[in-house]
């Protein structure tokens, strides 16, 4: 009798913590529910929006290989209006870009390129956006931009992975500016970190011994 009264009063207990909490107990279930289902729907939406983003991307690889500009525009257009978050969007910009530079289109180039550096995730993939910039901006004359957009790669987080490649585009930014000795520096900075490297030290070394044999301003 005592136990089946101990449990009587523990559901009686369980009813009255029911009945005050229940409401509170069933919102909180339905809203794990709910979050849960839109945490999968979310994960559904990205993997469809990824899919398709591929499929756009696989045709501005065709275009690339075939040289067919407009095509690229059309395809790249496609990405970034739609899909600019996906990681195809900023491979595609790099891809258009090389194209654009090599029929000449510098203009299309800097703003393809720079579309990558300012809405780029992938912080590896912004740092080649930069160094080809500042490659497209020294090839249309304006070698003080393409400084600005070297230095600015110092401070990023991936700059000790791309350091080399940036003395060595400062060295040409600073020459073409006829700041001789601080071009030779870049290039001295530069071959200190290409030690590893035989085809890299050989170019620097031509470019560093070149600049200083050379008359031109001294900074």
């Known amino acids: 009798m005592s136990d089946h009264h101990f449990e009587a ?6 009813k009255d913590w029911w009945k005050r909490h229940g409401n ?6 339905a809203l794990g529910l709910l979050s849960i289902a839109g945490w999968r729907a979310w994960g559904w939406y990205e993997d469809k929006q990824a899919q398709e983003a591929a499929e756009i991307y696989d045709r501005v690889v065709i275009a690339s290989a075939k040289a067919d500009l407009q ?11 739609q899909y600019p978050k996906t990681a195809y969007a900023p491979l595609a910009a790099l891809l258009s870009a090389k194209q654009h530079a090599f029929a000449g289109d510098l203009k299309t180039t800097t703003t393809l390129l720079q579309w990558v550096v300012d809405k780029g995730k992938d912080e590896g993939l912004v740092a080649v956006a930069r160094l080809r910039l500042a490659a497209a901006l020294l090839e249309d004359g304006k070698a003080d931009e ?6 600015a790669m110092k401070s990023a987080k991936s700059a000790e992975s791309f350091e080399l490649s940036r003395l060595d585009r400062r060295g040409d930014a600073l020459i073409s500016l006829g700041r001789k000795e601080e071009a030779v520096k870049a290039w001295e900075e530069a071959l200190e970190k290409s030690m590893d490297d035989p085809g890299w030290k050989q170019l620097l070394q031509i470019k560093r ?6 008359p031109g301003k001294t900074s």
């Not at 009063?9 to 369980?14: H, I, M, Q």
């Open 9 to 14: 009063e523990e559901v009686d207990r369980l």
């Open 71 to 81: 095509a690229l525009k059309q395809e790249s257009g496609s990405l970034f209006e």
């Open 24 to 29: 509170w107990v069933s919102m909180l279930f």
């Open 209 to 214: 011994d070149h600049a200083a044999s050379s």
């Open 146 to 151: 393409a400084l600005t957009v070297l230095d």
